[in-house]
């Protein structure tokens, strides 16, 4: 199983960015696929999700600014990430489980598989 992490950058408060994470390894349409962010001084905390039926599934600090998708043909799901703020500053993980149950979608040891992480710099 491989997930790969990509999109990241530096960019000023107000801007947009979109993250993508690509799958492989995996029968990718069956899979809950979830964005985690972490700092140095921060646990990794969750940031969205989207289950194999398209529900989705937000922290209460992106609600309404970023959105999730998945593209089951293409094994990819986004982030498109808009109104950043400096506070969104982390490096952004992508996780993929097939067995996931809606109680633990927010919690990230529940998740198997990992990407690398893509960095997002959110300047003031």
């Known amino acids: 199983v491989q997930l790969q992490a990509s999109g990241g950058g530096l960019v000023e408060a107000g801007d947009s960015l979109r993250l993508s994470c690509a799958a492989s390894g995996l029968t990718f349409s069956r899979q809950t696929i979830a964005w985690f962010r972490q700092t140095p001084e921060q646990e990794r905390e969750f940031v969205a999700a989207?289950?194999?039926?398209?529900?989705?599934y937000y922290a209460d600090s992106v609600k309404g600014r970023f959105t999730i998708s998945r593209n089951n043909a293409k094994n990819t799901v986004s982030l498109l990430m808009n109104s950043l703020r400096p506070e969104d500053t982390a490096v952004y993980y992508c996780?993929?489980?097939?067995?996931?149950?809606?109680?633990?979608?927010?919690?990230?040891?529940?998740?198997?598989?990992w990407g690398q992480g893509t960095q997002v710099t959110v300047s003031s």
């Open positions: 996780a993929a489980d097939p067995s996931i149950i809606l109680s633990s979608i927010r919690i990230s040891r529940q998740y198997d598989n």
């Open positions: 989207i289950r194999w039926n398209g529900s989705t």
